[in-house]
């Protein structure tokens, strides 16, 4: 904070002369003196609807005086010189009283000062030590906060690496990864759950999970201890993706750190409702928690933004934070407050449990195939070229089946209406097949495409055997014909297998 300091030399004076003369300079400049020690005497300019006070701390010495002006609320800039003027206003002022008798009542006045000060000193310290014992702000690391914000830092790189995206998310990567993607999430992928809450859709979204997360977990850590904190933040992330799952009944693809901060702010919301912290910070920190609590819920209403984890995760934790509130209050039993972190472990499990296994979240496990073959072929660089290709030869395909069920009663009519613009299609077939067989894709799809080839060679057979049937038309080419009709109708059964 900004402040201004200046020494001053008074040849002849003692220590009690410039501390009584500094006194009445409050007084004449109608500041206010608040505390005094043996050497020291802080007083405070006024305070107003625009302006606020600021602290002069006055050091003295035989012969010597020390004037110390300074901001204290938080400011951070002296733009106006408002510290150099205080102390030159000081100085004036004190000149004058310096030149006139001190009054009786300023020893005794700077006495009570004194006293009063020692009492206040000692009052912070016993509330500082009733705070630091329940909030253990002085005894505590933050090996679990840094240690979460490491993960996610890490998984963020690796996902990027792999194709992710700094700033403009890949959703199929996320998926990949372990966001809570519904069709997935619903089909066997319970573990989503939680992995979700390591994944990020960009750099900012981590920026500012990671200070929220910083915030809270100053705060509530040293608290709770590690074990509760950090299975607090498990049990909570669970709770908000659950939250996210029912709410977006349409489906949702969904991560981030946010659901479990809001957790933890939770928690520490329902202790702040307690007795547990003292008094004197823990209206300011009600407060303080509430708005920021208040105005991440008001922003998550905009679109993008998964609003339903947010307070998924914050009533858990609300719920959370009374259920340790008797063992944190009263030192409880470590084997019950064990207990109670084995219940909420075990409830947490239970509703993951319960909800995935609903009748009414039961998603098709064959629409979970197609996901999963969809997320696969995304792996690959020329998949969306090979499915172009893929849906150039359906079509193909489909036109030659046209042509093969015609209702053209003679083999030799159907040859002379349909052999032409047939063989053009299986050129155009052929070369489609070659290029699809030349892109880098899964295996896949490289199985789709030999089986396609099967399918086009089985479909010129087919062509093959009407031209013998329109030479001779007897049981054995019929035969045949029926038994190339029947290998191509297990290829496309083949095929719809790999879809």
Same mark, same amino acid.
């Given at each position: 904070?900004?402040? $201004?300091?200046?020494?001053?030399?008074?040849?002849?004076?003692?220590?009690?002369?410039?501390?009584?003369?500094?006194?009445?300079?409050?007084?004449?400049?109608?500041?206010?003196?608040?505390?005094?020690?043996?050497?020291?005497?802080?007083?405070?300019?006024?305070?107003?609807?625009?302006?606020?006070?600021?602290?002069?701390?006055?050091?003295?010495?035989?012969?010597?005086?020390?004037?110390?002006?300074?901001?204290?609320?938080?400011?951070?800039?002296?733009?106006?010189?408002? @510290?150099?003027?205080?102390?030159?206003?000081?100085?004036?002022?004190?000149?004058?009283?310096?030149?006139?008798?001190?009054?009786?009542?300023?020893?005794?006045?700077?006495?009570?000062?004194?006293?009063?000060?020692?009492?206040?000193?000692?009052?912070?310290?016993? $509330?500082?030590?009733?705070?630091?014992?329940?909030?253990?702000?002085?005894?505590?690391?933050?090996?679990?906060?840094?240690?979460?914000?490491?993960?996610?830092?890490?998984?963020?790189? /690796?996902?990027?690496?792999?194709?992710?995206?700094?700033?403009? %998310?890949?959703?199929?990567?996320?998926?990949?990864?372990?966001?809570?993607?519904?069709?997935?999430?619903?089909?066997?992928?319970?573990?989503?759950?939680?992995?979700?809450?390591?994944?990020?859709?960009?750099?900012?979204?981590?920026?500012?999970?990671?200070?929220?997360?910083?915030?809270?977990?100053?705060? /509530?850590?040293?608290?709770?201890?590690?074990?509760?904190? %950090?299975?607090?933040?498990?049990?909570?992330?669970?709770?908000?993706?659950? %939250?996210?799952?029912?709410?977006?009944?349409?489906g949702v693809n969904s991560a981030g750190a946010s659901g479990a901060i809001f957790g933890m702010f939770g928690i520490f919301l329902a202790l702040l409702l307690t007795n547990l912290?003292?008094? $004197?910070?823990?209206?300011?920190?009600?407060? @303080?928690?509430?708005?920021?609590?208040?105005?991440?819920?008001?922003?998550?209403?905009?679109?993008?933004?998964?609003?339903?984890?947010?307070?998924?995760?914050?009533?858990?934790?609300?719920?959370?934070?009374?259920?340790?509130?008797?063992?944190?209050?009263?030192?409880?039993?470590?084997?019950?407050?064990? /207990?109670?972190?084995?219940?909420?472990?075990?409830?947490?499990?239970? %509703?993951?449990?319960?909800?995935? @296994?609903?009748?009414?979240?039961?998603?098709?496990?064959?629409?979970?195939?197609? *996901?999963?073959?969809? /997320?696969?072929?995304?792996?690959?660089?020329?998949?969306?070229?090979?499915?172009?290709?893929?849906?150039?030869?359906?079509?193909?395909?489909?036109?030659?089946?046209?042509?093969?069920?015609?209702?053209?009663?003679?083999?030799?009519?159907?040859?002379?209406?349909?052999?032409?613009?047939?063989? $053009?299609?299986?050129? !155009?077939?052929?070369?489609?097949?070659?290029?699809?067989?030349?892109?880098?894709?899964?295996?896949?799809?490289?199985?789709?495409?030999?089986?396609?080839?099967?399918?086009?060679?089985?479909?010129?057979?087919?062509?093959? *055997?009407?031209?013998?049937?329109?030479?001779?038309?007897?049981?054995?080419?019929?035969? !045949?014909?029926?038994?190339?009709? @029947?290998?191509?109708?297990?290829?496309?059964?083949?095929?719809? !297998?790999?879809?």
């Amino acid at each position: 904070m900004p402040s $201004q300091k200046q020494e001053f030399s008074f040849p002849g004076q003692t220590t009690a002369q410039l501390l009584l003369t500094a006194y009445g300079t409050f007084l004449e400049l109608s500041w206010t003196p608040k505390y005094a020690g043996p050497n020291a005497i802080i007083g405070y300019t006024p305070r107003s609807w625009n302006k606020n006070d600021d602290e002069i701390l006055v050091e003295a010495t035989d012969g010597a005086m020390t004037v110390t002006s300074s901001f204290v609320h938080n400011e951070s800039f002296d733009m106006m010189g408002k @510290n150099k003027k205080h102390i030159q206003d000081f100085m004036g002022a004190f000149e004058k009283v310096k030149t006139r008798e001190p009054q009786a009542s300023w020893t005794e006045e700077i006495e009570k000062l004194r006293n009063q000060t020692v009492e206040t000193v000692t009052e912070h310290v016993k $509330q500082s030590e009733e705070i630091n014992k329940v909030m253990n702000l002085t005894g505590s690391s933050l090996y679990v906060t840094y240690g979460i914000i490491a993960a996610n830092v890490v998984v963020f790189i /690796l996902m990027a690496i792999n194709g992710a995206g700094i700033f403009d %998310a890949n959703a199929l990567v996320h998926i990949r990864w372990g966001s809570n993607y519904t069709p997935l999430t619903l089909t066997g992928d319970w573990w989503r759950l939680v992995s979700c809450i390591f994944i990020h859709f960009g750099i900012i979204h981590l920026a500012l999970n990671t200070y929220g997360l910083y915030v809270v977990g100053t705060l /509530l850590e040293p608290m709770l201890g590690k074990i509760k904190f %950090a299975l607090s933040y498990l049990c909570t992330g669970v709770f908000a993706s659950i %939250a996210s799952l029912w709410w977006h009944s349409e489906g949702v693809n969904s991560a981030g750190a946010s659901g479990a901060i809001f957790g933890m702010f939770g928690i520490f919301l329902a202790l702040l409702l307690t007795n547990l912290i003292p008094k $004197q910070i823990r209206s300011s920190l009600l407060k @303080n928690i509430g708005i920021v609590v208040a105005i991440n819920l008001i922003y998550g209403m905009k679109a993008g933004v998964d609003n339903a984890a947010h307070i998924g995760g914050l009533l858990s934790g609300v719920v959370i934070g009374f259920i340790f509130y008797p063992f944190l209050k009263n030192g409880g039993p470590e084997t019950k407050g064990n /207990l109670a972190l084995a219940g909420i472990a075990g409830a947490t499990i239970l %509703a993951a449990w319960l909800y995935l @296994n609903s009748p009414g979240n039961k998603l098709d496990p064959q629409g979970r195939q197609v *996901i999963l073959n969809e /997320l696969n072929e995304a792996k690959f660089p020329d998949s969306g070229k090979f499915f172009e290709m893929y849906n150039e030869f359906a079509e193909i395909d489909g036109k030659v089946v046209a042509m093969f069920n015609d209702g053209t009663a003679s083999y030799s009519e159907w040859l002379i209406k349909n052999e032409s613009n047939i063989n $053009q299609e299986f050129e !155009k077939a052929t070369n489609i097949i070659a290029n699809m067989k030349k892109y880098d894709v899964s295996e896949t799809s490289k199985t789709k495409a030999s089986l396609l080839e099967q399918l086009l060679d089985a479909r010129k057979e087919e062509v093959s *055997i009407i031209r013998k049937l329109a030479e001779e038309d007897n049981a054995p080419n019929q035969l !045949k014909r029926a038994e190339i009709k @029947n290998k191509q109708e297990e290829l496309l059964i083949e095929l719809q !297998k790999h879809n």
